[in-house]
């Protein structure tokens, strides 16, 4: 999450990077491969005809080893197109911007194709209580920053994914409560 300050810091602005991450890219990368490899091979297997370089599928029985293949190809084809299309449609991805020139405050995310691709919350500054810290250590930790609004649910406002480094979550955390003017809750 990078911030933006501009206008006399009258209005930040966080860039949230969505689902078009380096570990995105790798696995669809990895996935769509092993998917054409598998699928490349059940083709091969009920041919007879050699498709990849590297081994001789040909020997496979197609049925129940090559239908097999081409079942656990087809799916890893399946997850790749998931994956990349994700990447392409940035689902996660947007910003947060805070305006103490018009007191506005405006969260937007990209989401899926259809009604919901564009999820935008709008809310007033005055209304903000405080900014929340959330830490959850274990097994499968979470660390994120939530926006706590009058008359609606906390707000999140960090990207889902790799928990954040404790150090950078305290100092987003601090400087969007000072720059609001709010409490800052939850450490």
Not at 3 to 28: C, H, K, M, P
Not at 94 to 121: A, C, H, M, Q, S
Request: glycine share 12%; proline share 4%.
């Amino acid at each position: 999450m990078t911030a933006q300050t501009t206008s006399e810091n009258r209005v930040l602005r966080q860039d949230i990077l969505g689902s078009r991450r380096f570990s995105n890219y790798w696995w669809a990368t990895v996935v769509s491969l092993g998917g054409l490899g598998f699928l490349l091979a059940a083709i091969s297997s009920y041919l007879h005809v050699n498709l990849l370089p590297f081994s001789d599928p040909t020997r496979l029985v197609f049925i129940p080893q090559g239908i097999a293949m081409g079942f656990y190809g087809l799916l890893g084809m399946l997850f790749g197109l998931y994956l990349w299309l994700t990447i392409l449609w940035d689902v996660g991805g947007g910003y947060n911007e805070f305006n103490k020139e018009t007191g506005t405050i405006k969260i937007f995310r990209w989401g899926f194709p259809g009604k919901t691709r564009k999820i935008e919350v709008t809310c007033k500054t005055e209304d903000v209580q405080a900014v929340r810290v959330q830490l959850k250590e274990g097994l499968n930790p979470k660390r994120a920053l939530y926006l706590r609004v009058k008359g609606m649910r906390d707000i999140p406002l960090t990207r889902v994914g790799q928990p954040i480094a404790l150090s950078t979550l305290e100092n987003q955390g601090a400087e969007l409560a000072r720059f609001l003017g709010v409490p800052l809750e939850g450490l």
